[in-house]
Protein backbone atom coordinates (compact mmCIF):
# COMPACT_ATOMS: atom_id res chain seq x y z
CA UNK A 1 0.00 0.00 0.00
CA UNK A 2 1.25 3.48 -0.81
CA UNK A 3 0.34 6.05 1.57
CA UNK A 4 0.05 9.72 1.25
CA UNK A 5 0.12 12.38 4.44
CA UNK A 6 -1.57 15.40 4.30
CA UNK A 7 0.13 17.45 7.58
CA UNK A 8 -1.08 20.93 8.18
CA UNK A 9 0.41 22.05 11.52
CA UNK A 10 2.88 25.74 11.49
CA UNK A 11 5.20 23.66 14.02
CA UNK A 12 7.03 20.66 13.32
CA UNK A 13 7.88 19.94 16.92
CA UNK A 14 4.05 19.74 18.08
CA UNK A 15 2.03 17.12 19.00
CA UNK A 16 0.80 16.79 15.35
CA UNK A 17 4.29 16.56 14.21
CA UNK A 18 4.92 13.80 16.57
CA UNK A 19 1.45 12.19 15.19
CA UNK A 20 2.62 12.35 12.08
CA UNK A 21 6.31 10.81 12.50
CA UNK A 22 4.80 8.06 14.53
CA UNK A 23 2.49 7.05 11.88
CA UNK A 24 5.37 7.31 9.11
CA UNK A 25 7.09 4.95 11.00
CA UNK A 26 4.89 2.55 11.46
CA UNK A 27 3.52 2.49 7.96
CA UNK A 28 7.46 1.84 6.65
CA UNK A 29 7.65 -0.89 9.75
CA UNK A 30 4.81 -2.33 8.18
CA UNK A 31 6.03 -2.31 4.77
CA UNK A 32 4.10 0.42 3.47
CA UNK A 33 5.69 3.08 1.55
CA UNK A 34 4.91 7.06 2.18
CA UNK A 35 4.61 10.16 0.87
CA UNK A 36 4.68 13.66 2.78
CA UNK A 37 3.23 16.66 1.95
CA UNK A 38 4.49 19.17 4.39
CA UNK A 39 1.76 21.90 3.68
CA UNK A 40 3.72 24.86 6.13
CA UNK A 41 7.30 23.62 5.31
CA UNK A 42 6.19 24.17 1.77
CA UNK A 43 4.61 27.16 2.17
CA UNK A 44 2.27 25.61 0.10
CA UNK A 45 -0.45 28.45 -1.47
CA UNK A 46 -3.48 28.54 0.18
CA UNK A 47 -5.83 31.15 -1.53
CA UNK A 48 -7.66 29.78 -4.49
CA UNK A 49 -7.66 32.49 -6.94
CA UNK A 50 -7.36 33.50 -10.67
CA UNK A 51 -3.47 33.43 -10.52
CA UNK A 52 -4.13 29.47 -10.06
CA UNK A 53 -4.03 29.33 -13.68
CA UNK A 54 -1.40 30.29 -16.12
CA UNK A 55 -3.92 29.84 -19.30
CA UNK A 56 -7.12 31.65 -18.16
CA UNK A 57 -9.77 31.14 -21.00
CA UNK A 58 -12.08 34.06 -19.50
CA UNK A 59 -9.56 37.43 -18.40
CA UNK A 60 -12.75 39.32 -17.76
CA UNK A 61 -14.37 36.72 -15.01
CA UNK A 62 -13.43 34.50 -12.79
CA UNK A 63 -15.26 31.11 -12.69
CA UNK A 64 -13.11 28.85 -10.42
CA UNK A 65 -14.55 25.84 -11.27
CA UNK A 66 -15.03 26.43 -15.13
CA UNK A 67 -11.40 27.37 -15.24
CA UNK A 68 -10.00 23.87 -13.35
CA UNK A 69 -11.80 22.09 -15.73
CA UNK A 70 -10.07 24.03 -18.84
CA UNK A 71 -6.59 23.98 -17.04
CA UNK A 72 -7.09 19.81 -16.35
CA UNK A 73 -8.15 19.08 -19.88
CA UNK A 74 -5.85 21.54 -21.09
CA UNK A 75 -2.82 20.17 -19.10
CA UNK A 76 -2.35 23.68 -17.97
CA UNK A 77 -2.48 23.44 -14.45
CA UNK A 78 -0.39 25.40 -11.60
CA UNK A 79 2.80 23.28 -10.83
CA UNK A 80 2.52 23.07 -7.49
CA UNK A 81 -1.33 21.58 -7.58
CA UNK A 82 0.07 19.31 -10.29
CA UNK A 83 2.38 17.98 -8.24
CA UNK A 84 -0.02 17.39 -5.35
CA UNK A 85 -2.68 15.60 -7.32
CA UNK A 86 0.24 13.28 -8.89
CA UNK A 87 0.64 12.55 -5.06
CA UNK A 88 -3.01 12.02 -4.70
CA UNK A 89 -3.31 9.70 -8.33
CA UNK A 90 -0.28 7.23 -6.74
CA UNK A 91 -2.35 6.99 -3.05
CA UNK A 92 -4.14 4.01 -2.02
CA UNK A 93 -4.44 5.50 1.22
CA UNK A 94 -4.58 9.68 1.86
CA UNK A 95 -4.04 10.66 6.10
CA UNK A 96 -5.06 14.38 6.86
CA UNK A 97 -3.13 14.84 10.03
CA UNK A 98 -3.63 18.43 11.64
CA UNK A 99 -5.10 20.42 14.93
CA UNK A 100 -9.09 21.35 14.61
CA UNK A 101 -9.39 24.72 14.68
CA UNK A 102 -12.71 26.56 14.82
CA UNK A 103 -14.35 23.33 14.02
CA UNK A 104 -12.28 22.87 11.25
CA UNK A 105 -9.11 22.24 9.20
CA UNK A 106 -6.32 24.95 9.43
CA UNK A 107 -6.78 27.47 6.34
CA UNK A 108 -3.47 26.39 4.86
CA UNK A 109 -5.65 22.63 4.60
CA UNK A 110 -8.42 24.24 3.38
CA UNK A 111 -6.84 25.82 0.85
CA UNK A 112 -5.30 22.76 -0.30
CA UNK A 113 -8.74 21.12 -0.83
CA UNK A 114 -10.21 23.65 -2.29
CA UNK A 115 -7.26 24.00 -5.16
CA UNK A 116 -6.11 20.06 -5.34
CA UNK A 117 -9.14 18.63 -5.31
CA UNK A 118 -10.34 20.54 -8.36
CA UNK A 119 -13.14 20.21 -11.36
CA UNK A 120 -11.76 18.14 -13.89
CA UNK A 121 -9.77 16.20 -11.91
CA UNK A 122 -11.32 15.00 -8.60
CA UNK A 123 -14.81 15.53 -10.15
CA UNK A 124 -17.18 16.89 -12.54
CA UNK A 125 -19.14 16.12 -15.83
CA UNK A 126 -21.55 13.32 -14.11
CA UNK A 127 -18.58 12.23 -11.66
CA UNK A 128 -19.94 13.04 -7.98
CA UNK A 129 -18.97 10.67 -4.64
CA UNK A 130 -18.46 6.77 -5.42
CA UNK A 131 -18.31 7.99 -9.43
CA UNK A 132 -15.64 10.40 -8.94
CA UNK A 133 -12.11 11.00 -9.87
CA UNK A 134 -10.49 9.66 -6.21
CA UNK A 135 -13.21 6.50 -5.86
CA UNK A 136 -10.96 3.69 -4.25
CA UNK A 137 -8.94 5.79 -2.24
CA UNK A 138 -9.57 5.42 1.52
CA UNK A 139 -9.08 8.83 3.39
CA UNK A 140 -8.24 9.30 7.06
CA UNK A 141 -8.73 12.35 9.36
CA UNK A 142 -6.22 12.50 12.01
CA UNK A 143 -6.69 15.02 14.24
CA UNK A 144 -6.07 16.58 17.78
CA UNK A 145 -8.08 18.90 20.22
CA UNK A 146 -8.12 21.40 22.83
CA UNK A 147 -10.85 20.02 24.33
CA UNK A 148 -12.17 16.84 26.70
CA UNK A 149 -13.61 13.91 24.97
CA UNK A 150 -16.55 14.39 26.63
CA UNK A 151 -17.16 17.91 25.60
CA UNK A 152 -17.73 16.90 21.96
CA UNK A 153 -20.83 14.70 23.23
CA UNK A 154 -24.88 15.17 22.76
CA UNK A 155 -24.51 16.76 26.60
CA UNK A 156 -21.33 18.66 25.56
CA UNK A 157 -20.53 22.54 24.74
CA UNK A 158 -19.40 21.74 21.55
CA UNK A 159 -22.08 18.95 20.52
CA UNK A 160 -21.13 15.82 19.44
CA UNK A 161 -18.25 15.16 17.13
CA UNK A 162 -20.19 13.27 14.60
CA UNK A 163 -21.09 17.25 13.40
CA UNK A 164 -17.80 18.63 13.80
CA UNK A 165 -16.67 15.96 11.03
CA UNK A 166 -19.69 15.85 8.75
CA UNK A 167 -19.02 18.68 6.08
CA UNK A 168 -15.14 17.26 6.01
CA UNK A 169 -16.23 13.99 5.18
CA UNK A 170 -19.26 14.66 3.26
CA UNK A 171 -16.52 16.45 1.11
CA UNK A 172 -14.34 13.68 1.10
CA UNK A 173 -16.90 11.47 -0.06
CA UNK A 174 -17.72 13.72 -2.71
CA UNK A 175 -15.12 13.91 -4.63
CA UNK A 176 -14.50 9.59 -4.21
CA UNK A 177 -12.95 9.07 -1.23
CA UNK A 178 -13.48 6.55 1.10
CA UNK A 179 -13.18 7.93 4.74
CA UNK A 180 -12.09 5.44 7.39
CA UNK A 181 -12.88 6.00 11.16
CA UNK A 182 -10.88 9.17 12.16
CA UNK A 183 -8.60 9.36 14.75
CA UNK A 184 -8.66 11.83 17.65
CA UNK A 185 -6.18 12.82 19.91
CA UNK A 186 -8.55 14.50 22.71
CA UNK A 187 -7.13 17.30 25.46
CA UNK A 188 -3.89 17.05 23.99
CA UNK A 189 -2.81 20.87 25.65
CA UNK A 190 -3.70 19.74 29.26
CA UNK A 191 -3.79 15.63 28.69
CA UNK A 192 -0.52 14.17 31.22
CA UNK A 193 2.52 13.24 29.72
CA UNK A 194 1.68 9.48 29.88
CA UNK A 195 -1.72 10.05 27.70
CA UNK A 196 -0.12 11.45 24.76
CA UNK A 197 2.71 8.57 25.16
CA UNK A 198 -0.57 6.15 24.92
CA UNK A 199 -1.85 7.99 21.76
CA UNK A 200 1.34 7.42 20.13
CA UNK A 201 1.23 4.01 20.87
CA UNK A 202 -2.62 4.31 20.02
CA UNK A 203 -1.82 5.87 15.93
CA UNK A 204 1.36 3.49 16.12
CA UNK A 205 -1.26 0.08 16.33
CA UNK A 206 -3.23 1.93 13.94
CA UNK A 207 -1.06 2.07 11.53
CA UNK A 208 0.14 -1.65 11.84
CA UNK A 209 -3.38 -2.56 10.67
CA UNK A 210 -4.76 0.15 9.07
CA UNK A 211 -4.59 -2.15 5.03
CA UNK A 212 -7.15 -4.30 6.63
CA UNK A 213 -9.31 -1.57 7.81
CA UNK A 214 -13.12 -1.40 6.34
CA UNK A 215 -14.28 2.29 5.81
CA UNK A 216 -17.18 3.75 6.92
CA UNK A 217 -20.18 2.16 4.95
CA UNK A 218 -22.50 4.99 3.27
CA UNK A 219 -24.90 4.62 0.20
CA UNK A 220 -23.16 4.07 -3.29
CA UNK A 221 -25.32 7.15 -5.79
CA UNK A 222 -27.32 4.26 -7.33
CA UNK A 223 -28.75 4.43 -4.17
CA UNK A 224 -30.03 7.86 -4.59
CA UNK A 225 -33.24 9.31 -7.39
CA UNK A 226 -32.48 12.06 -9.39
CA UNK A 227 -33.48 14.42 -6.83
CA UNK A 228 -30.57 13.56 -4.37
CA UNK A 229 -32.79 11.48 -2.27
CA UNK A 230 -32.45 7.47 -1.35
CA UNK A 231 -34.74 5.02 -3.40
CA UNK A 232 -37.10 3.88 -1.11
CA UNK A 233 -36.66 0.02 -1.12
CA UNK A 234 -40.89 -0.25 -1.73
CA UNK A 235 -41.09 2.02 -4.66
Given amino acids: MHALIVFAHPEPKSFNGALKDAAIA ?46 HEGNSVAPDIAAEQAKLSAADLVIFQFPLWWY ?84 VHRCAAEERTAMIAAVTDRMAGIAQETPIPYPPMAAYDRRGLLIDPGD
Fill in 104 to 187: SVPAMLKGWLERVLSAGFAYGAGRLFDQAGLSGTRALLSFTTNGQESSYTEDGWHGPISDTLTPLHQGLRFVGFEPLKPFIAWN
Fill in 26 to 71: ALEGAGHTVALSDLYAMEFKAVADGGDFPQRTDAARLDYAGEQTAA
